[in-house]
């Protein structure tokens, strides 16, 4: 089944940490770019970090400094380490991968979402 399932999400103090986890699965062939996005009621949803199938990152301004995406090939599974966490960077978050699946000698690539994880940052 393709499909990616986030975990990790949940309640944390202002300063805390947490760190979410996006797991693909399926008859995965390759995954090149992975993505965590996230949205806060009311808003659009944003794009927090990426990274490409080499480790090469990027971040949201908000979050420079304070979150690191990182991701393990092997195991077809990305990461969000998150410190310092702040009231603001509550919002539910989903991972998003450009994923190549195969099924005998067929292979085909598409643009994939995770189902979202809470997060809320509350005293």
């Known amino acids: 089944q393709k499909q990616l399932v986030e975990s990790g999400g949940g309640l944390v103090q202002p300063g805390g940490s947490l760190r979410l986890s996006c797991a693909a699965s399926?008859?995965?062939?390759?995954?090149?770019?992975m993505r965590w996005y996230r949205q806060a009621p009311g808003k659009q949803r944003q794009l927090v970090a990426d990274i490409t199938s080499g480790g090469s990152t990027n971040y949201a301004d908000s979050v420079k400094g304070r979150f690191t995406i990182s991701r393990d090939n092997a195991k077809n599974t990305m990461y969000l380490q998150m410190n310092s966490v702040s009231p603001e960077d509550t919002a539910v978050y989903y991972c998003n991968a450009d994923v190549t699946y195969y099924s005998g000698s067929r292979y085909n690539t598409g643009y994939y979402w995770g189902q979202g994880t809470q997060v809320t940052v509350s005293s």
């Open positions: 399926g008859s995965i062939f390759s995954i090149a770019a």
